[in-house]
């Protein structure tokens, strides 16, 4: 009897389709953070996301740096705010890098101080390298095993620094003064550059930084930033060694900044004045927002196309940060106070006012606010019912009682904070990335 030989199913193979362009939530929640952090420099954003992607993946070149980063473009445009922001997210804290500022080392004698002096040379073993590992090391954490160095304004440095550079963009390694050596493997290297700022200044009548004017299309932006990258690419190779240039990964060339963008920007440097608010006296502490006269205001000062938007952070400490401290330092406002910001009558400083809650005001009297738009006094507070413990603005731990979006800027809102006003009772609200308050369902916005 002759056995049944088994029958074999054929193999049929079957093409999946592979998207390249999908990115892990890990990356996702990155890139979500920068661009909250980094306004009209989505290419920058990109080139970021890409290198995260790259080490999250473990795809990383061997025997050299995780990527070789050199920023260029015009001075106020963002090249490092893009590291400092990325570091925020990534480490904690904007200063979780070591940067080095190249105007410091314009003689060759000065590398000393980046790797230390030979044996026999002053000052052999008694001045500490900055570049050691230790001190290359120090941000790094469990999840992200890899650091920063930012290399500042690298066209000020001298020829020996540039020479440098090459073994370490090159190889990802480095030797001390003292022979010990340095592994750069897991470290992205940065440099920031100003080259090719003049030519730019005189290319485009709108200046330095940013577009002249409200009415340029997206045409004509998108010419402008074509000849600003091929202008500062040109420019960046007639200064640097085609040996150097070769050792960077990416030449990422920050575009112009628009009006539009310089408002954005203005929204969160406001919010990180809130912040200062409620990092200072405990006692002290406020809640203050902005109308849209004073915001264009604070605009038309901080546009300068020079210097870009850190024009727009010294209108902001002369107009907003200056006045605040003379009204905390005389006692103008105190803790729970909301303070409204308007253009002054005159139309060349700001007004700042305050909504007092008035002596008769009866906490049963926010139940006629419940829905629709509330009074002064109703959209002011939002009563709890128990006690403070401090006497000063804290987070609170608890879920965000209002989710709905700000109205006039579609922004989300952002922390909640408590805080003691009157008769051991407590008011709650909530400041929206827009600087914008929110008590509840209530806007502090005037009808």
Aim: aromatic share 8%; net charge neutral; hydrophobic share 40%.
């Amino acid at each position: 009897m002759t056995s049944e030989i088994p029958r074999l199913r054929p193999f049929v193979s079957e093409e999946v389709l592979l998207d390249p362009e999908q990115r892990s939530s890990e990356v996702l929640d990155f890139e979500s953070r920068l661009s909250s952090k980094i306004i009209g420099q989505d290419w920058a954003v990109g080139r970021m996301v890409n290198m995260y992607q790259i080490y999250t993946a473990g795809m990383s070149a061997p025997r050299r740096p995780i990527a070789n980063l050199l920023f260029l473009g015009p001075t106020g445009s963002g090249k490092t705010r893009v590291v400092e922001a990325s570091a925020e997210i990534l480490f904690g804290s904007p200063r979780a890098l070591l940067k080095i500022d190249c105007a410091e080392f314009q003689h060759s004698h000065e590398i000393a101080k980046l790797i230390g002096s030979p044996p026999g040379y002053l000052g052999h073993r008694e001045t500490p390298p900055l570049l050691t590992q230790e001190a290359i090391d120090q941000y790094q954490t469990e999840k992200n095993r890899f650091s920063f160095l930012l290399f500042d304004e690298i066209e000020k440095a001298n020829d020996a620094l540039w020479q440098l550079l090459l073994g370490i963009l090159d190889k990802a390694t480095l030797t001390l003064g003292d022979n010990r050596g340095v592994d750069l493997t897991r470290c992205v290297i940065f440099m920031t550059s100003n080259i090719g700022a003049a030519e730019i200044a005189r290319m485009i009548s709108g200046g330095i930084g940013f577009t002249a004017g409200l009415g340029v299309d997206a045409a004509r932006l998108e010419e402008i930033d074509d000849k600003i990258t091929t202008t500062t690419i040109d420019a960046a190779k007639r200064v640097f060694s085609p040996e150097f240039m070769n050792r960077i990964d990416r030449v990422v060339v920050f575009r112009t900044l628009t009006q539009d963008h310089l408002r954005r920007i203005l929204d969160i440097e406001l919010n990180d004045v809130q912040n200062r608010i409620m990092a200072s006296q405990p006692d002290k502490q406020f809640v203050m927002w902005f109308t849209s006269d004073a915001k264009e205001f604070l605009i038309r000062e901080g546009t300068d196309y020079k210097y870009g938007a850190r024009h727009l952070k010294r209108a902001i400490e002369r107009h907003v940060v200056f006045p605040i401290s003379n009204l905390i330092g005389t006692d103008q406002v105190n803790l729970g106070d909301v303070v409204k910001v308007d253009i002054a009558p005159s139309g060349d400083k700001l007004d700042f006012c305050k909504e007092r809650i008035p002596a008769n005001f009866l906490v049963s009297d926010l139940e006629k606010f419940s829905t629709g738009r509330a009074s002064a006094a109703g959209k002011k507070l939002q009563i709890v019912a128990q006690p403070a413990d401090k006497k000063k603005f804290k987070k609170s731990s608890t879920t965000p009682l209002a989710r709905e979006k700000c109205g006039y800027c579609e922004e989300g809102l952002g922390e909640e904070y408590e805080v003691r006003v009157f008769k051991g009772r407590k008011i709650k609200f909530h400041l929206g990335g827009c600087s914008n308050l929110f008590l509840s369902e209530h806007s502090d916005r005037d009808e």
